[in-house]
Every structure is written in structure tokens, then in C-alpha cells.
């Protein structure tokens, strides 16, 4: 079982890949929320956004942010080196704490939210508990202090360790890496996903979904 206090990503000691490519989602409208999670099959993922697996189409998010309305999300899933993953084009289901924490049972979940405003957010939860949530602005600190699942030194190289104000922009990709082992692809972008539809994140307002600790 992977120790949650070192990032395997961290470990690999190679090569951080550029995330330069993510600033131009937006000239396309794509204002994405993304998950990485370790621990839980693909199917799994789906029931757990409240999808129906076998109802499963592919879809690229170009063409689910056409398709995306008031009333449904459409959410792309894969597997890529062993970690399941979710892409949103423009909704965020997989930024709502109390899903972060579902996706998280059995493991781990590392998300992160675009803004179209600058709020961006990033969330990790490890077996049901929130770790981290908060907008990422300068170092990622974790909700209790100490928390033996989180290390600041993560984000050494990737963000102005000196500056709370330092912005990520695609940058926090290449924290998930560190955190979670895998690279988010710029593919998962452009080709189809098997994608579920799902009730719109606003169900998830005035609920205990969104307590944070």
C-alpha cells in the first residue's frame, strides 16, 4: 500500500512535464475541473458521481461542453498508470468536498477546479477524510496542521515558496503528479472519454456535501 505522507510522483525523481497547454482551455471555453484517483476502478468512479456506468458514451469535452446543460453534468472518465480520472469541461462535481471525500474511500483523490474568475481550487482527500481545500494561492497547506498526509515541500519548485499570493495556473498539474504518481494528459482533452451524465452539481448546495472541516 502506497504511504500517503510521500508522493510516489516525488519519488520517481524524473522529469516534471509542462503544463503550458492548459492556459489555452479557456480560449475554448473549457474551464475544466479534473480528478486523479488511486484505489477505485473506473465503474466505481462513475456510480460514485452518480453516473450509470453502462450508460457510458464516448464523448470528447469539446463535445460535452456543447451538450452540458442547467440540468445534467457530462463527466469524461478513464485510467491512465493505474489512476482513474475525471474531466469536466465546465462544471465542477468533482470539487464538492463531500465528493471528494466519496471518490477517496478505499484511497486517494487529488482534484482541481478552474475559475474563470481566478478562484481556483484544490482538493485531496485520502479514505473519506478531507486533507486539503482551498484556493491555491502560494504553498498548498492542509485543513489540520501537520497533517502527516500532506507535505508542503511538494510544492517546492512548482510555486514561489516565500509569496502567499503566488498564482499555480496549469502549474498545479504538476502537483497532482507529485501527489498522486500519474501526469495529467493533455488527451484527455481532445479525445473521447466514456463519459456519464449525472445531476448538476447544484444538487449538492445547502447540504452537509459541503462541510469542510
Request: proline share 6%; glycine share 10%.
Amino acid at each position: 500500500m502506497t504511504d500517503v505522507r510521500v508522493a510516489r510522483g516525488w519519488e520517481m525523481g524524473g522529469s516534471e512535464t509542462s503544463f503550458d497547454w492548459v492556459d489555452a482551455l479557456e480560449d475554448d471555453y473549457i474551464v475544466p475541473t479534473v480528478a486523479l484517483i488511486q484505489g477505485v476502478g473506473v465503474d466505481e468512479v462513475m456510480r460514485r458521481l452518480g453516473g450509470i456506468p453502462d450508460s457510458a458514451v464516448p464523448m470528447t469535452v469539446p463535445d460535452a461542453l456543447e451538450q452540458t446543460d442547467d440540468a445534467f453534468d457530462l463527466i469524461g472518465v478513464g485510467e491512465f498508470s493505474g489512476i482513474a480520472y475525471t474531466v469536466e469541461a465546465i462544471s465542477s462535481t468533482a470539487a464538492v468536498p463531500g465528493v471528494v471525500k466519496d471518490l477517496s474511500r478505499g484511497g486517494r483523490c487529488f482534484s482541481v477546479r478552474f475559475d474563470v474568475n481566478g478562484g481556483d481550487s484544490v482538493h485531496y482527500a485520502v479514505d473519506g477524510d478531507l486533507v486539503v481545500y482551498e484556493e491555491h494561492h502560494g504553498v498548498v497547506k492542509s485543513l489540520l496542521p501537520d497533517d502527516p498526509r500532506w507535505n508542503t515541500d511538494w510544492c517546492s519548485g512548482l510555486v514561489d515558496m516565500e509569496n502567499p499570493d503566488d498564482s499555480w495556473g496549469g502549474n498545479i498539474f504538476a502537483l497532482a503528479r507529485r501527489v498522486m504518481g500519474a501526469d495529467v494528459q493533455r488527451s484527455w482533452f481532445e479525445d473521447p472519454l466514456m463519459t456519464v451524465r449525472v445531476p448538476t452539481a447544484a444538487r449538492y448546495e445547502n447540504t452537509p456535501a459541503w462541510d469542510i472541516p
